[in-house]
């Protein structure tokens, strides 16, 4: 019988995590994958567009959860997953990343004494005023497989004391996305569409609650990018928590607003920005695999590896600074980077080969252990 591995998607973060998951599983004959998807996020621009230009399949249920709080979200998910889970019974689910919906899929599924791969794991910020940061430490302590993408997630699980046989130094799924799409990222007509040349414009992305959800907060930054767009152009693809605190704001000339962009004209425009200026987690791993320099609009990041090899700066919320930071950037003074270790495009090959001999057993003996190494 092949292994039945259930892989749960919510919002837009998790459809370029999964995705080469599920490729890879369909390579296999030996491993089934059914998918959920819980409905957190739900407007096409947010999740059927990932699907049709990332070739993931149908999802097998969709909880259609939608938005609530904290909260309200994080227990529909969890009544909707156990009826779920009862009737197709998979050997063990995966999530990815940090969202509501991961932390949700993961308790669901220990309570019913179904193991929990986390893909993506060990990542920590150290700021529990941060959503994600809960839901990391939270599904990485119930979590049998820890997939880590960056050396700092092993480091951070070996602090926590969690054994060494459950973390696997496996490479990060998203770049395998973005590499796997590389020659149909390079034919998006998207610059032309926005008439802007390449490296003559800066991409902006912001949702984190703590930026767009404090109006003072983000008057300050939207001043920062009423300054600094007077140099150029910036593309910024709106999220909807941020249409909401944008309201009627006064436009300015060279901020061009979007809808949120599907994947391929994304990373078109990241890769050929002069600079990004974000508070994503995913972009400033894009960002560093691209090597365009990021300045994330945060006091800490998660993904320390994006600072120390790579192009992301950590610019803070002060508005003064990220004005001086983003005139930096234009001047082109960018700063040396290397690609992180097992960005390759193979962390999903590397997942799928841990999970296949382990799943209906305790993994005592990790195929790529970091200690190991
Ligand atoms: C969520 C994740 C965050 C991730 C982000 C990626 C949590 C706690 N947060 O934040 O980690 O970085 O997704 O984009 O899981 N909305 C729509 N349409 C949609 C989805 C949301 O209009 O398709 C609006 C709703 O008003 C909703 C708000 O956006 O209340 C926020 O959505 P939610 O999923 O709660 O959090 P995000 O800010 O998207
Ligand atoms: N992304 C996209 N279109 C957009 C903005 C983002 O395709 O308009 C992609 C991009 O690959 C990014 C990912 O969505 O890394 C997740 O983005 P988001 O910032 O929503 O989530 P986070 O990584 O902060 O959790």
């Known amino acids: 019988m092949p292994l039945k591995l259930m892989l749960v998607a919510g919002a837009r973060p998790n459809f370029m995590k999964v995705a080469p998951l599920l490729w890879e599983i369909q390579r296999r004959d030996n491993v089934d994958a059914l998918l959920v ?33 904290h909260a309200v979200q994080t227990a529909e998910v ?10 197709h019974k998979p050997d063990a689910v ?17 309570k019913l004494g179904v193991p929990v791969a986390h893909v993506e794991a060990g990542l920590r910020s150290f700021d529990r005023s941060m959503p994600e940061e809960v839901n990391r430490i939270l599904t990485d302590a119930i979590s049998t497989w820890l997939f880590v993408s960056e050396p700092s997630g092993a480091a951070n699980l070996r602090a926590e004391n969690v054994p060494g046989e ?41 949702h984190r609650p703590a930026n767009v959800d404090r109006p003072e907060v983000f008057a300050g930054l939207m001043r920062a990018i009423a300054r600094l767009q007077r140099e150029l152009p910036f ?33 078109k425009l990241v890769g050929d920005a002069r600079f990004v200026l974000t508070d994503s987690g995913g972009v400033q791993e894009e960002t560093t ?7 994330t609009m945060r006091e800490n990041t998660e993904r320390p590896v994006t600072v120390a090899q790579g192009t992301n700066r ?6 003064g600074k990220i004005v001086a930071e983003g005139l930096h950037a234009l001047a082109g003074c960018s700063a040396r980077h290397v690609v992180p270790e097992l960005w390759d495009g193979q962390a999903a090959r590397r997942i799928l080969d841990v999970l296949t001999p382990h799943v209906n057993r305790p993994a005592h003996e990790p195929v790529h252990s970091l200690d190991a190494r």
Request: with cysteine.
């Open 37 to 69: 998807h819980t409905g957190q996020h739900y407007d096409e621009k947010m999740s059927q567009q990932f699907f049709t230009e990332l070739n993931i399949p149908r999802p097998d249920e969709n909880l259609e959860v939608g938005s609530g709080s």
């Open 78 to 87: 969890m009544k909707r997953f156990e009826p779920v889970l009862q009737s």
């Open 94 to 110: 995966v999530v990815v990343g940090d969202v509501n919906s991961t932390l949700a899929c993961a308790l669901t599924a220990v």
């Open 166 to 206: 459950r973390v696997h130094f496996a490479g990060n799924v998203m770049i395998d996305t973005l590499i796997a799409c590389t020659a149909r990222i390079a034919q998006s007509t998207v610059l032309d569409r926005l008439a802007v040349k390449p490296r003559e414009y800066a991409v902006l992305t912001m």
């Open 235 to 267: 593309v910024f693809p709106v999220h909807p928590r941020t249409r909401q605190a944008l309201g009627q704001g006064e436009a300015l000339p060279n901020l061009l607003f979007t809808e949120p962009l599907g994947y391929l004209d994304f990373m």
């Open 289 to 295: 695999y691209l090597g365009v320099p990021c300045l």
């Open 314 to 319: 950590l610019v803070g919320l002060d508005p």
